[in-house]
């Protein structure tokens, strides 16, 4: 299917039709003030307050479930995981100087993606990710987006509750099939419930406040436990020459090193992939338009990635060795006179992963919603979606805990990272640009600068690939 050069070329089948020969005033009087809400994830509380004139959005602290603080809360949670406990590991392996670059090339790339996606929102009031994918580019992009999408969600819903599951069973020690079995059952439970809790739009951001709060208490604590560590001597001095290009734990060979830049890449970029998200989250906002749009984007990019930035330093600097993920891999932070905040931060950690997966399952309502055809959906046809999914993914943490390891033998989890990675780069970088360039055209320089960067993450993408395969039936050469 050509991709057309304008959007007048197709039907806008999302309550309006956007002209963009029309002027931006008259753009930001008549579209904006009448249809900036028109989110059909969320239509049904839309409307119904649309239809009470006394209807009040909801306030948590403060604040209101439609404001730019609230947007900007709901954003930097649906990006801040799990996957970032992986970054320190890369500066350990890749070194210093590596790392830092590679971090700041895919920043600055993943925000010029997002602020593509952004512009497109903005222009054509598009408040979901497979809605304007569909519209503009068919149903076959449709469905590889929604595979696309959901096997990233997957990946990320499985992998914070199996951090979950084992800081549980350390602390509480489910050794046995029946205490395991009823934790999971409790916690699909509270799963299914916090995740229909979010279908009410002014809700969502009261999740958010938690998590964001759990997240400034966890990246307090490794701050100042890699600190003390650091003064006690404890940890030896880790900025020194030799750790920062490479350390001397791979072969110095040119090819070894170029598959390890990839893969380290597509780990920034699963970290930062929150684009299916973006726009359903930007259609919170009371007014949408380019202005505060532009200002949300900036603070909640500039949290996300500060945070990031935090986490890898002082991840990295907190022990003489680093585990592949902190915390689940390196045992209890808190130790000595400090073990008695060990279990808190425990619950911490389960606490902000677990309220993380909520807000993340906004892409899989905005698949099924999609696919389905249908813009309003009960809590009652959502319970079964709903269930069926938490109920699998429980199911694949309890497989995956019960046979670790011979799944290890496997490396189905570097497999997995491998494939999530080349799908963060078609949500990512391909997917916007290609809208972008349906509005915009292909000659504006923010078009192909969206080019050569979409072509460049999907060279990096295969290679990525390339050498999870090696590491599979070679292995990664390390040096004894």
Known sequence: MSVPNQIEAFEMNNHFNINTERTSDIIEENIEEENSNDNIIFQDEKENMENDKNAKV????????????SCI???????????CFNFPFIMYEGGILVSLIIFFFVTICIYYSIDLLRSFVVDTKYFSYALMTETILGSKWLKIYAFCSFTIYTCMEVSYLSSIFLYVKNMHKLDGVLSQVIYFIISIIIEILI????????YMHSLSIISIF???????SLIVVSIVANCTDEVSNKFIFKNLFFPDLLPDTFINKLFKIASYIMIYVYGYSYHSTFPTLIGTLKNVNNTNTKKVHI????????SYLLISIFGF???NEVPTEIFQEQGDLFTGSWATLAIPFKYCLCVFLLLIIPIRFIVLRDNYITLFGKRRFTILKELPIVTIFIIICNILVFSVSEFETHLKQLQIKSLVQAFGGIFGVIISFCLPVINYVSVNGKKKVKSIIGYVIMIIFSLFGILSTGHTFHQIFIGDNKKE
Do not use: P
Not at 73 to 83: K, Q
Not at 195 to 202: G, Q, V
Not at 214 to 220: A, E, N, W
Not at 299 to 306: D, P, V
């Open 299 to 306: 603070i909640s990019f500039a949290i996300i990635s500060m």
């Open 214 to 220: 759990c997240f400034i208490l966890i990246l307090f």
């Open 195 to 202: 995740c229909l809790y979010i279908t009410k739009i002014s």
């Open 58 to 69: 909801r306030a948590f602290c403060g604040i209101k479930g439609d404001s730019e603080l």
């Open 317 to 319: 600097i907190l022990s």
């Open 73 to 83: 809360l709901n954003l930097a949670v649906s990006a801040i995981g799990g996957g």
